[in-house]
């Protein structure tokens, strides 16, 4: 069945380095969508990304989806205490548009 | 615009025991999901309804959980009996366009979530 990867599981940086993760899906996707879930948060939506090959920025970050609509990442610059957090990818299943989740990216700022 | 609210925020409850969730979405949404989330892990489908109607619940636990949307607006999710395994958070989420992904930019919102804790 359909299936989107996200890696890493796990991402621990120094404040102000740099943080990104990588979603890659196994059929071609017709949108992405990327959430934010603080700890002991509930997902919150930040994007959705549709065209391929699509670059959005909100700030820090930056969404990018693959010009094949199988892949996509999120690249946030200059990390800060706030950002923490685990993001989560997912998109709509081909045949009744239900989100498929991957299974998040924890990003850790390292004290 | 006013979130989904959902209700009661943490429940403890011994196994065996029956335990209710409730969830009003934002206003207009036609389409409401509820998600287990275990920690640590991304949230899993259990059902998702269009209006009043279930879409798919092919991932509820039929044997003991049961979920309805009365009028297409408030939703009710059931767990009878409850085993310890279904300790987690239980997200109601609900989208302005469930079916057609294509048009604009419809992501989902999520209430604050039931954090349950079967003993």
């Known amino acids: 069945g359909q299936q989107v990867m996200q890696i890493p599981q796990y991402q621990h940086v120094q404040e102000g380095e740099d943080f990104t993760t990588y979603c890659n899906s196994s059929?071609?996707?017709?949108?992405i969508q990327w959430y934010k879930q603080r700890p002991g948060g509930h997902p919150v939506f930040l994007i959705q990304?549709?065209?391929s090959g699509e670059v959005k920025k909100q700030k820090r970050l930056t969404f990018q989806f693959g010009e094949a609509k199988k892949n996509s990442s999120l690249h946030i610059t200059a990390t800060q205490t706030t950002d923490v957090g685990t993001y989560f990818c997912a998109g709509p299943m081909d045949s009744n548009y239900q989100l498929i989740w991957g299974a998040g990216t924890k990003l850790i700022i390292k004290p | 615009e006013a979130g989904v609210a959902q209700s009661p925020r943490y429940k403890i409850i011994e196994k065996r025991q029956s335990v209710a969730f409730w969830c009003n979405p934002i206003?207009?949404?036609?389409?409401l999901y509820w998600y287990q989330q275990i920690l640590g892990q991304g949230p899993k489908l259990l059902i998702q309804f269009q209006n009043n109607g279930v879409v798919d619940d092919s991932q509820l636990p039929k044997d003991r959980f049961s979920a309805e949307r009365l009028k297409g607006v408030d939703s009710t999710l059931k767990i009878q009996p409850a085993k310890l395994e279904d300790s987690a958070v239980y997200l109601c989420a609900s989208s302005l366009r469930g079916g057609d992904f294509s048009v604009g930019p419809y992501g989902y919102t999520f209430g604050s979530g039931t954090r349950l804790t079967v003993v």
């Open positions: 206003s207009g949404h036609a389409t």
């Open positions: 990304l549709v065209k």
């Open positions: 059929t071609t996707l017709s949108n």
